[in-house]
């Protein structure tokens, strides 16, 4: 079991930056891949980033590619979301999952494990 516990959200003006935390707590966080979504208004959740267990393959929605990126360090049991030239269409509630594999995807079904969601409201 892992305890995932986002943090960073909040307003930032369209242009702007916020970097997003997930803390994990529980059995070892470099078992596990991570990946960030995030749910719009009235949309379904949707897939923004991944990150495989071991430091280096990445893999970001067409949507973020070059302005969102995922990061981990596995000595702070932390995956982060670097979000720049934020743009209004990014506002969401942003979660962190874990998915107790070597290998992240795309995919809601495939992470066992959720946090609670931050809110990120970009303001045009």
């Known amino acids: 079991q892992v305890q995932l516990v986002e943090s960073g959200g909040g307003l930032v003006q369209a242009g702007g930056s916020l970097r997003l935390s997930c803390a994990a707590s529980g059995r070892t966080f470099s078992s596990y891949s991570m990946a960030w979504f995030r749910q719009r208004s009235g949309k379904e959740r949707e897939f923004v980033a991944a990150i495989n267990r071991r430091v280096g393959t990445t893999y970001n929605a067409d949507s973020v590619k070059g302005r969102l990126t995922i990061f981990r360090d596995n000595a702070k049991n932390t995956v982060y979301l670097q979000m720049n030239s934020l743009k209004s269409e990014d506002t969401a509630v942003y979660y962190c999952?874990?998915?107790?594999?070597?290998?992240?995807?795309?995919?809601?079904?495939?992470?066992?494990?959720w946090g609670q969601g931050t809110q990120v409201t970009v303001s045009s």
């Open positions: 999952a874990a998915r107790n594999s070597a290998w992240a995807t795309f995919e809601l079904k495939d992470y066992e494990y």
